[in-house]
């Protein structure tokens, strides 16, 4: 097993620009869940799925989009890239919300 | 929603000595309380849980306990050792509803040896 597996490792992205980042998991995990993490602020949720065709939005949901076509995807969407989205996003995947979460390895984003 | 407070935001033990890290909620219907460890420059990874069902649990070195009357749980670390060094997040959610699990700031855990 793969796990979660997230791309790109890294990407620098100038304002305004858009990009996607791509999580997927091979354990027929229901619920997924992208993460943001700063410096002295913990992991701040962006959205979560709890199943494939079901999104919602979590506490820092402004400028990104999601959508779970699969079970096994699960896609971030930056709009309009600004440096305040500068940040080390996680995707993870779990059973249900109160089970062990895992992670992917992180994506370390830079906006100019 | 839930919000979770951790303190401290960092902690300096010497090796062997015993770390203790705080967290408190704010919604009392919160029944699951996870703790991640977070090394430098990797994935945070779970090292143990707790359910609001019992007050204590224990792994080898690392427990954690629970009070659900005041609303805070703690995880307790003996006889740390250098590789103990990490980032500790504790989260909180609720089994019923909520469907999103709250983190807490993160404690940096500094094991001298």
């Known amino acids: 097993n793969a796990g979660v597996t997230q791309t790109p490792k890294f990407q620098v992205l100038k304002t305004g620009q858009s990009m996607t980042l791509q999580c997927a998991q091979d354990?027929?995990?229901?619920?997924m869940s992208w993460y943001r993490q700063d410096p002295g602020m913990g992991l701040r949720l962006i959205h979560y799925?709890?199943?494939?065709?079901?999104?919602d939005q979590g506490e820092v949901p402004n400028g990104y989009n999601v959508s779970r076509s699969t079970t096994e995807d699960f896609p971030l969407r930056l709009l309009s890239a600004a440096p305040s989205q500068t940040s080390v996003y996680f995707c993870?995947?779990?059973?249900?919300?109160?089970?062990?979460?895992?992670f992917g390895p992180g994506t370390r984003l830079t906006v100019l | 929603g839930e919000n979770v407070e951790q303190h401290p935001s960092t902690l300096s033990v010497q090796e062997g000595d015993s770390a203790v890290i705080k967290c408190t909620y704010s919604?009392?219907?919160?029944?699951?309380f996870p703790w991640y460890k977070q090394e430098l420059g990797k994935r945070p990874q779970l090292i143990i849980d707790i359910r609001s069902n019992v007050g204590e649990k224990k792994d080898q070195r690392i427990a954690v306990t629970l009070n659900k009357t005041a609303k805070h749980f703690s995880l307790h670390i003996t006889e740390t050792q250098p590789e103990d060094s990490a980032v500790y997040f504790c989260a909180a959610t609720y089994s019923g509803g909520y469907q999103k699990v709250t983190f807490g700031t993160g404690t940096k855990l500094q094991v001298i040896p």
């Open positions: 993870a995947s779990s059973t249900t919300w109160y089970d062990e979460q895992f």
């Open positions: 799925s709890v199943g494939a065709g079901i999104t």
């Open positions: 919604d009392s219907a919160s029944n699951y």
């Open positions: 354990m027929n995990h229901e619920y």
